[in-house]
């Protein structure tokens, strides 16, 4: 007999389960909006589809009556120059520290421990003091989110470093290497693409501190604009916006994934595909 | 038949939805809730709570009434506008940009008080407001602070677009006002008492100078009132009992200001202290007489024409008319056919004549 677990769904099958709670949540929210708004037309909490549509229309398609920007652009630039920012610097400061702490050491002895236990502290609730050093303005934003996720990258790293054969390494001192060589021979071609997993885990909790960041102070940004429109419960602006913040975040996973298969496609062949 | 089943599904969820929206309406309505959340005005409501005079009245008139402390106070107000609370402590001018604006028809029960320099514009190193321009000024958009702002800056000749304004959290205004880029902030007591400590801050206005203006509300939704007068006549009998006892100068008074200021996270000298840039009206015949003065309808109409300008009356707005506002001698302001924010004088005029 065959067991439940060996059964497979037909390619027909898997796509309705695949759309089923897409679907039900769609209808779902349709069903409970037309309620509200059937006893309530200004009702706030959950717009309607053409509600949305115009909300989105006015915010990203119309210039703003006030500054005559373009608004959703505008924020969507602002968060993404900070995302970026954050994230490149962790990425470039992770890989760093986290191969010489995994693969040196004296490294190891001076980082690993405070690297671990910095990790510990949760970012949002020094924020007051982030603030002091690095001031309201864009440098807090940035170095909050690379405080954020800068010691998941380390530790990763640390402990990527630390998985490598270590057949590999004694190879290559009797091939005569040096510790550079060693370094940027063998250490980092076979970490790049584990910086690249390590980021991609790291996304969402940038994007969670570049939200409170701009939640915190900010002149412009998808978190900032979230915040604001919060205080006059206009959820058709909030909805698209966390629907386009979903997708933003989606897309950037996507490409990290492909940019990983693209670089560094011997990690792959393995798999025969 | 695969797609039936589907399909079948899908009717179910359905049906679960939908039994989930219907089941609001009920029976003769007897349990009520009220939001509030911590403000030096407001503070009376926890305390009326604790010492029993909420269930006093409730008793009295054959109901039940459940204060609930909200330690965000936007998210009181938008409880109350999706329809969990049935009242909420608010000011004037967010009642009437979010439920009234939402098209929840709201009344406003109980004037409270007004902000008598409990809000404040404050500079670093200047010393007058005219020096705020080109400035970056930190303060919580679109709250009452930005129409403090907004009125201050009318009273020296400038106007929002002379400064720029970064929303900042009022969580993070001390600490914000601390860093060397931030020269300029508009905030509430206790901020403003605890910025103020600082030697380099001077308070250059205040709502001393926009009396009356920031009003502190208790308002409830008008369908429920109109259906449920007792609630009304038990929540005017709850606050004026509470007021008396905390204007009195007995250690009974004293005894409640002291619990109202610790349950603000102060002392009796620090809510004394807020209390003193606060217009309370201890009596319901100030309150009465305020809610039916010629200068209500002047203040509203200020305040909603702010809400205009900053398109908090709703997108599609094309003059602060959209909304209906009307007051306790039945005149309205604006649409007449979409009152949605109502003043009334009529239970706390029952308090001020004893007949609740």
Do not use: C
Request: net charge neutral.
């Amino acid at each position: 007999m065959r067991r439940f677990i060996n059964r497979h769904p037909d390619a027909a099958i898997r796509l309705l389960l695949i759309l089923l709670p897409f679907v039900l949540v769609i209808a779902a929210y349709a069903v409970a909006s037309s309620a509200r708004l059937a006893a309530n037309p200004d009702d706030k909490l959950l717009p309607s589809w053409t509600q949305m549509q115009q909300a989105v229309d006015r915010m990203a398609f119309t210039p703003d009556r006030r500054s005559g920007e373009y608004l959703m652009w505008k924020d969507t630039a602002a968060s993404l120059t900070r995302l970026g920012l954050g994230i490149g610097i962790a990425t470039v400061l992770g890989g760093l520290l986290g191969i010489l702490q995994g693969l040196i050491p004296y490294a190891r002895a001076l980082l690993s421990n405070f690297t671990g236990i910095v990790a510990m502290i949760p970012p949002l609730a020094v924020l007051p003091i982030l603030f002091i050093m690095f001031g309201l303005g864009e440098v807090s934003k940035v170095v909050l989110i690379i405080v954020g996720i800068l010691p998941f990258i380390i530790r990763d790293i640390a402990q990527r470093t630390g998985e490598i054969p270590r057949e590999q390494l004694i190879k290559a001192q009797t091939l005569g290497a040096s510790t550079w060589q060693i370094t940027h021979r063998i250490v980092v071609p076979q970490m790049l693409p584990r910086l690249i997993d390590s980021v991609r885990l790291s996304l969402g909790a940038a994007w969670l501190f570049l939200i409170s960041a701009e939640a915190i102070a900010a002149e412009a940004g998808l978190g900032y604009r979230i915040f604001l429109m919060r205080r006059y419960l206009s959820m058709d602006v909030i909805l698209p916006y966390v629907a386009w913040i979903t997708f933003l975040a989606f897309a950037l996973d996507f490409a990290l994934r492909l940019l990983q298969r693209w670089a560094f496609r011997w990690m792959y062949r393995g798999e025969g595909r | 038949m695969k797609f039936s089943r589907f399909t079948a599904v899908l009717l179910a969820g359905f049906a679960m939805v939908s039994a989930f929206g219907a089941s609001a309406e009920a029976a003769p309505k007897k349990d009520f809730k009220i939001a509030w959340s911590i403000y030096a005005g407001w503070m009376p409501w926890g305390w009326a709570s604790d010492s029993g005079l909420v269930k006093k009245w409730a008793d009295k008139y054959g109901i039940t009434i459940d204060v609930v402390q909200f330690n965000d106070y936007i998210e009181s107000i938008n409880q109350y506008t999706a329809g969990a609370f049935d009242g909420v402590t608010a000011t004037n001018m967010d009642t009437l940009a979010i439920p009234s604006v939402g098209g929840v028809d709201t009344t406003a029960l109980i004037i409270g008080d007004y902000s008598n320099g409990n809000d404040a514009v404050i500079l670093k190193d200047k010393k007058i407001l005219a020096e705020i321009k080109g400035q970056k000024v930190n303060l919580v958009e679109l709250s009452v602070s930005h129409y403090l702002l907004a009125r201050g800056l009318e009273t020296v000749g400038l106007s929002e677009k002379d400064i720029s304004v970064i929303n900042t959290s009022d969580a993070d205004m001390v600490a914000a006002y601390k860093t060397p880029q931030v020269t300029a902030v508009v905030t509430w007591n206790p901020l403003v008492a605890e910025i103020l400590a600082e030697p380099s801050a001077t308070k250059v206005f205040d709502s001393s100078q926009i009396p009356g203006e920031i009003q502190d509300m208790l308002v409830v939704n008008t369908d429920t009132l109109k259906a449920n007068p007792d609630l009304g006549k038990a929540l005017a009998g709850i606050w004026y009992d509470t007021m008396k006892v905390m204007s009195s100068s007995t250690p009974e008074g004293k005894a409640a200001r002291e619990a109202m200021g610790k349950a603000a996270g102060t002392d009796l000298a620090g809510y004394e202290a807020q209390l003193a840039t606060t217009k309370m009206f201890y009596t319901a015949k100030e309150a009465v007489a305020f809610t039916t003065s010629g200068q209500l309808p002047t203040i509203t109409d200020s305040v909603r024409n702010f809400l205009f300008a900053h398109g908090l009356l709703g997108d599609n707005a094309k003059s602060p008319d959209v909304v209906g506002i009307e007051f306790a001698d039945g005149r309205v302001l604006g649409d007449k056919s979409k009152v949605k924010f109502r003043f009334t004088d009529t239970y706390m005029k029952m308090a001020a004549d004893g007949t609740l």
